[in-house]
């Protein structure tokens, strides 16, 4: 019930293109999911993130959208750059518990120019 | 500037070598977290740590120890006993105060054993 799944564990976009990272989870517990950004040998870094009171939050060209019913939450990224390859993560948190994120295995994004 | 800093960058250890990577944050948060991350395995939670002088096991934490006698200050030991410590290890601190939920990453040392 802790587990956060994420799929694909690689993708390969065109630039210009939507890239899409999709992520599960089971436990209704949960009540703060972000989506994080990692590029080599750096530290992850926060992209969005959303409670689960709202459908869907855009920041730029980032979107996360998120489905209460069916325990799912995604990422789009409109007109993908070659700036945005990169490892993303998403995670949740039980937030008022105080709990550590669960992390999904991270998608590899790679933006073809 | 404020933030989270961790050292080394890069540590090499002889096997049947205890090694302390070292996490210091001034962001004021009470929180602080480490993760292993090796490669298609995501970030795996090691300890925590809500409040000084306290801090909970995670998934992985056989192998390993810490301590929190300072706010700032969360160090992890990787001691002998853990069998497999090649991997890079990442440090986060959050407030853990009503609204605040972001959690900010140091940028990592990458541990070797040799």
């Known amino acids: 019930q802790q587990q956060v799944k994420q799929s694909p564990q690689s993708l390969i976009v065109q630039k210009g293109g939507i890239s899409i990272i999709n992520c599960a989870y089971e436990?209704?517990?949960?009540?703060?999911f972000p989506w994080y950004q990692q590029f080599p040998g750096k530290g992850p870094a926060l992209l969005i993130a959303?409670?689960?009171?709202?459908s869907e939050k855009k920041e730029g060209r980032f979107t996360i959208s998120f489905n209460k019913s069916a325990k799912q939450f995604s990422l789009h990224i409109m007109d993908s750059q070659p700036g945005d390859s990169a490892t993303y993560f998403c995670?949740?948190?039980?937030?008022?518990?105080?709990?550590?994120?669960?992390f999904g295995k991270g998608t590899t994004l790679s933006v073809s120019s | 500037d404020g933030g989270i800093t961790q050292s080394p960058k890069y540590l090499f250890r002889k096997e049947g070598q205890n090694v302390t990577l070292s996490c210091e944050q001034n962001l004021n948060h009470d929180a602080m977290y480490w993760y292993r991350q090796d490669p298609g395995q995501g970030l795996r939670l090691i300890y925590y740590s809500q409040i000084v002088n306290d801090f909970q096991k995670g998934d992985i934490a056989e192998g390993y120890s810490v301590s929190r006698e300072k706010k700032e200050s969360f160090p992890l030991t990787v001691t002998s006993a853990q069998k497999n410590p090649t991997a890079f290890y990442l440090c986060a601190s959050s407030p853990i105060a009503a609204g605040g939920t972001e959690a900010f990453f140091g940028q990592g040392t990458r541990l070797t054993v040799v």
């Open positions: 436990n209704t517990a949960f009540d703060y």
């Open positions: 995670a949740a948190r039980i937030f008022q518990a105080g709990t550590a994120l669960i």
């Open positions: 959303i409670r689960p009171d709202v």
